[in-house]
Nanobody, 123 residues
Framework: QVLLEESGGGLVQAGGSLRLSCSPT????????IAWFRQAPGKEREFVAG????????YYEDSMKGRFTISRDNSKETVYLQMDSLKPEDTAVYYC????????????????WGQGTQVTVSS
């Protein structure tokens, strides 16, 4: 398994922005990817976006396109989730996860998880 460290959550007003960070603290394989999921109280964990470790190819949940951007800083080996135009319904615990790349949106396909970071958007 890969150990993942997350940071960057917090409280923001509607319309604001936040950037989350995810850093693997153990080696990643080129065939793996890093993904962001979120889970709101009483709801299932849902996929936000993913990025392939080898070439930084990205993929998104359709409803997340446009406001959320996943990227990777190769020099820092860190994956970011830039969140813009935030809405109260974006309030959730955000998790980064690592797993074999296959374009999956299903949380069960990801073997390693970070501890989660709380994002709260006030109206």
């Amino acid at each position: 398994q890969v150990l993942l460290e997350e940071s960057g959550g917090g409280l923001v007003q509607a319309g604001g922005s936040l950037r989350l960070s995810c850093s693997p603290t153990s080696p990643m394989f080129d065939s793996w990817c890093i993904a962001w999921f979120r889970q709101a109280p009483g709801k299932e964990r849902e996929f936000v976006a993913g990025i392939k470790w080898s070439d930084s190819a990205t993929y998104y949940e359709d409803s997340m396109k446009g406001r959320f951007t996943i990227s990777r800083d190769n020099s820092k080996e860190t994956v970011y989730l830039q969140m813009d135009s935030l809405k109260p319904e974006d309030t959730a615990v955000y998790y980064c996860a690592a797993g074999l790349y296959g374009g999956s949106h299903f949380y069960g396909d990801f073997a390693s998880w970070g501890q989660g970071t709380q994002v709260t958007v006030s109206s």
